[in-house]
Nanobody, 126 residues
Framework: QVQLQESGPGLVKPSQALSLTCAAAGDSITTTYYWWSWIRQPPGKGLEWMGA???????YYSPSLKSRTAISRDTSKNQFTLQLSSVTPEDTAVYYC??????????????????WGQGTQVTVSS
């Protein structure tokens, strides 16, 4: 199992960009079939998947956030980063990084989350 730790500013002003980093320990972010995800939970709401970067560097984003979201990685530091532009108070949430295994074969696909960071609170306010 991998240990994940989010870091970044706890307070961001509206219209600014948010940048969070997730450091992974115990396994490489290039390990095959693992996706490294960002997920958030606004106050009083459920979890919202934002996007992910695969072991090979491919990225996928939530359609509702795609225009404002970018996920990148630094394999030398074994970490990946979320950038969310033009934030508003509606982006206030606890942000989590998580690892997901995803593999498909002729018999079907298997996917599950096996590691989560502790989460970091981000508040958007002037």
């Amino acid at each position: 199992q991998v240990q994940l730790q989010e870091s970044g500013p706890g307070l961001v002003k509206p219209s600014q960009a948010l940048s969070l980093t997730c450091a992974a320990a115990g396994d490489s972010i290039t390990t095959t079939y693992y996706w490294w995800s960002w997920i958030r939970q606004p106050p009083g709401k459920g979890l919202e998947w934002m996007g992910a970067i695969a072991w090979c560097g491919v990225t996928y984003y939530s359609p509702s956030l795609k225009s404002r979201t970018a996920i990148s990685r630094d394999t030398s530091k074994n970490q990946f980063t979320l950038q969310l532009s033009s934030v508003t108070p509606e982006d206030t949430a606890v942000y989590y990084c998580a690892r997901k295994y995803y593999d498909c074969s002729s018999s079907g696909c298997n996917n599950f989350y096996d590691s989560w960071g502790q989460g970091t609170q981000v508040t958007v306010s002037s």
